[in-house]
């Protein structure tokens, strides 16, 4: 798996209650990677977060990592 | 920014990520198992950031502090303490999942958040003389509602000036505001050259 999916699979199956719902899809594009994270639709709060604070903190240590490699990554949550 | 990293390189290393050193000699306060659980965690997500970098668990009875140290503690600070808030934020998300038996887990490197803490306080005093001495209200920065308490409080007994904060969300900003009291009462009257509050 991608360095920067496996990141992103580890936390959000740290966050989630059903952690083998989790999948990050990595779609390499032209000039950035994006990452495509389904869970559970029950879990989906928990990914997000209140006002999507979970969902930035994981954007911002996604782009603290990328940003080392000279890559730029992009977090989607898939509802 | 690069003082400090030169500073947290010169740290010394304590073995390398991931290695359980097992040094634990208060066992009694962790019955929990919450901050071993907390420091695998971090290790974990600073590992797949490809940090080098090592966590140390100090606790007391109500919070866990992770102290993070290594050659790219720096980076797992990152700019303005960005990215270790993020690890703090997730760290605690992780940790806490479950209602039983909270505890607030600390993400720290060294001595980081207390001086992180003493700049700000002592910025706001800088900022809050400005405001008494140019009779202005002076707009500070946006910051998160932990630091803006910690504002709120160290120039709730300053001389002269009130605090409040305004905006939304991730735009809101402390504004120290002169007291209108602060007109009358002092010796310095006859100093003042500029009118108050508005030009």
């Known amino acids: ?56 903190a994981m954007r911002t240590l996604l782009s603290a990592t990328s940003a080392r490699m000279r890559r730029r990554a992009i977090l989607d949550i898939l509802e | ?34 901050a071993d659980y907390a420091r695998e965690v971090l290790e974990g997500i600073l590992s797949r950031m490809d940090l080098d970098a090592t966590v140390d668990v ?23 303490g960005q990215t270790l808030d993020a690890l703090q934020f997730l760290v605690n998300k992780i940790v806490n999942r479950f209602p039983d038996g909270r505890r607030y887990i600390v993400v720290d490197s060294g001595d980081y958040r207390d001086r992180h803490d003493k700049n700000l ?9 400005r405001a008494v001495d140019q009779g202005r209200t002076i707009t500070l920065e946006p910051m998160p509602a932990r630091d803006r308490r910690l504002i709120h409080l160290s120039l709730a007994k300053f001389p002269d000036v009130t605090t409040k904060s305004n905006g939304e969300g991730l735009g809101r900003r402390i504004q120290i505001i002169p007291s209108s009291g602060s007109r009358g009462g002092g010796g310095g009257d006859r100093d003042r050259r500029r009118p108050r509050r508005r030009d």
């Open chain 2, 58 to 80: 100090r606790e007391d009875d109500e919070r866990v502090v992770l102290d993070v140290a290594g050659p790219d503690a720096g980076r797992a600070i990152g700019k303005k």
């Open chain 2, 1 to 34: 920014m690069d003082e400090r990293e030169n500073e947290l390189k010169e740290a010394p290393l304590e073995g390398a990520l991931l290695v359980g050193v097992e040094d634990r000699d208060d066992d009694d306060l962790d019955e929990d198992g919450k």
């Open chain 2, 121 to 129: 306080v002592n910025m706001a005093r800088r900022e809050a003389k």
């Open chain 1, 1 to 56: 798996m991608d360095q920067l999916a496996e990141l992103i699979d580890y936390i959000a199956r740290a966050l989630v209650d059903d952690p083998e719902d989790v999948t990050v899809e990595a779609v390499e594009g032209d000039r950035a990677i994006i990452l495509e994270l389904t869970v559970a639709p029950s879990d989906l709060g928990k990914v997000i977060g209140k006002d999507g604070r979970t969902a930035r």
